[in-house]
T-cell receptor
Framework: RKEVEQDPGPFNVPEGATVAFNCTYS??????FFWYRQDCRKEPKLLMS???SGNEDGRFTAQLNRASQYISLLIRDSKLSDSATYLC???????????FGTGTKLQVIP | GAGVSQSPSNKVTEKGKDVELRCDPI?????LYWYRQSLGQGLEFLIY????????KSGLPSDRFSAERTGGSVSTLTIQRTQQEDSAVYLC????????????FGPGTRLTVL
């Protein structure tokens, strides 16, 4: 199993739709997880942290399922500006190593 | 309120030459990370510094790659005898301290090896 695995997409959704991405990880010892957003030809920026069962911020909800070793990101009421690549991030061994997923590309269509 | 800066922003070099990439983290950030991202690919973790020390260098792709950090601030990533497969965007990130959540990324250095 890959350390961090994401569906590359692209996910093409209409404005206003709800979309969800999953990210699976292999290291059961990992305690914290993150979702970053990367716009085309830009650097990644933190979107949400996930430390326990989940986290909600406006239209965005991140959830953690430790038993199945995956985290999810739910985006409600999609906006055109949500179009980006969403990267799942799993730190290891106290941040001595950080694995980024390859990202899921989202395209919100008018 | 300067963010992470990297230089040069673009570097074109010939195969076999050495290159040096620089990262200036946010002032006061003790943790520093180097990644590379090939076109259309995810981020590949290279190395992590806590202060001036790098506990684990196993992420560096080959012995042509080396990195150092001095004074707990600026870091340089050196690639010797560059190869075409080294072409990528090299991203640097810093965070306030070891084990904190948010990494702040610089704009990256786009390296092209001809």
């Amino acid at each position: 199993r890959k350390e961090v695995e994401q569906d590359p997409g692209p996910f093409n959704v209409p404005e206003g739709a709800t979309v969800a991405f999953n990210c699976t990880y292999s290291n059961s010892a990992s305690q914290s997880f993150f979702w970053y957003r990367q716009d085309c030809r830009k650097e990644p920026k933190l979107l949400m942290s996930v430390y326990s069962s989940g986290n909600e911020d406006g239209r965005f909800t991140a959830q953690l399922n430790r038993a199945s070793q995956y985290i999810s990101l739910l985006i409600r009421d999609s906006k055109l500006s949500d179009s980006a690549t969403y990267l799942c991030v799993v730190p290891w061994r106290g941040y001595q190593k950080v694995t980024f997923g390859t990202g899921t590309k989202l395209q919100v269509i008018p | 309120g300067a963010g992470v800066s990297q230089s040069p922003s673009n570097k074109v070099t010939e195969k076999g030459k050495d290159v040096e990439l620089r990262c200036d983290p946010i002032s006061g950030h003790t943790a520093l990370y180097w990644y590379r991202q090939s076109l259309g690919q995810g981020l590949e973790f290279l190395i992590y510094f806590q202060g001036n020390s790098a506990p684990d260098k196993s992420g560096l792709p080959s012995d042509r790659f080396s990195a150092e950090r001095t004074g707990g601030s600026v870091s340089t990533l050196t690639i010797q005898r560059t190869q075409q497969e080294d072409s990528a965007v090299y991203l640097c990130a810093s965070s306030l301290a070891h084990g904190t959540n948010e990494q702040f990324f610089g704009p990256g250095t786009r390296l092209t090896v001809l």
